[in-house]
């Protein structure tokens, strides 16, 4: 039976808040650099505004220690959210986001760790998990207490490395990894149902030997407690499968493929600034 952390409590109010900015600046910094990947960036704000504000043993301070909780971001191809996030939180100026996609910028179109607080360079997707398998096990067989965390998207799971991971944390027990599915039910070419289901989901992960919660991915109170389990013990690695919305807070976004790719045009940058302005952070769900 999986129990709650004894770590600080964390203000819901306050992650809705850092997810609302996740939005502006990913929606500026994708706007500004003509790139794409804003659906799956908007997917994941709120995600990254739980693990970062009190659930990731990692600051700006510790960013290099050895026991700091490390995350992956295996879809690496929506950075502009952990950029925004990173700089948020203090691991770069603000100002570095101006330079995102430009040439030169440590800032690439896809997660890099010449980035502060990046941990690995990812885009190919069907990485992340393995790599954090591996350092997960080290964790083990170095006698650190540190965990791993990664974040998938649905799509990615269509990767077989995926699943040897899967089967490769579940043989080891690793209890020291949380793998966090970003399901916003759309991948690049289609519906995820159309190109390759996946249901049933959670049921996989669990014959594969993890721990498998389902909860609303834009529920911060759900986020919290789902990131402030204990799972240290179990004897299983961890899957959080987040129900979530492709281009959440901006509606003509939401659940709409074209926004897998396209960067918006000035109107259309106008009415997402004007729809992410007049949502409630303070809100259950943004």
């Known amino acids: 039976m999986l129990q709650t952390m004894p770590t600080h409590a964390i203000d819901a109010n306050i992650t809705r808040e850092l997810a609302l900015r996740i939005r502006k600046r990913a929606l500026q910094m994708i706007n500004r650099a003509r790139s794409s990947h804003l659906g799956s960036s908007l997917s994941m704000a709120d995600i990254l505004a739980v693990l970062y504000s009190g659930v990731l043993n990692v600051s700006p301070l510790t960013v290099d220690a050895p026991e700091r909780d490390r995350l992956i971001l295996s879809k690496g191809h929506a950075c502009a959210g952990l950029y925004a996030v990173l700089a948020e939180q203090g691991f770069f100026p603000i100002e570095w986001l101006d330079t995102f996609y430009k040439n030169g910028s440590r800032l690439a179109g896809h997660a890099t760790t010449s980035v502060p607080g990046v941990e690995l360079s990812t885009g190919s997707l069907g990485h992340g998990l393995p790599v954090a398998c591996g350092m997960a096990l080290a964790a ?51 519906d995820v149902s159309e190109v390759l289901s996946l249901e049933p989901f959670q049921a996989k992960w669990e014959a594969f030997g993890w721990n498998v919660s389902r909860i609303d991915g834009h529920d911060h109170g759900e986020l919290i407690d789902a990131f402030t389990q204990k799972n240290a013990g179990t004897g299983k690695p961890r899957c959080i499968l987040a129900d979530t919305v492709k281009g959440k807070g901006v509606p003509f976004m939401e659940n709409d493929l074209l926004w897998h790719y396209r960067a918006p045009d000035a109107g259309e940058f106008a009415r997402a600034s004007a729809a992410l302005d007049n949502l409630d952070p303070h809100s259950r769900t943004l």
């Open 140 to 190: 083990k067989r170095d006698g650190h207490a540190y965990r791993v965390f990664t974040i998938l998207s649905d799509g990615e799971c269509d990767e077989g490395s995926v699943w040897e991971a899967a089967l490769f944390a579940g043989h080891h027990g690793l209890d020291n990894l949380i793998a966090i599915v970003d399901y916003n039910k759309i991948q690049s070419l289609g």
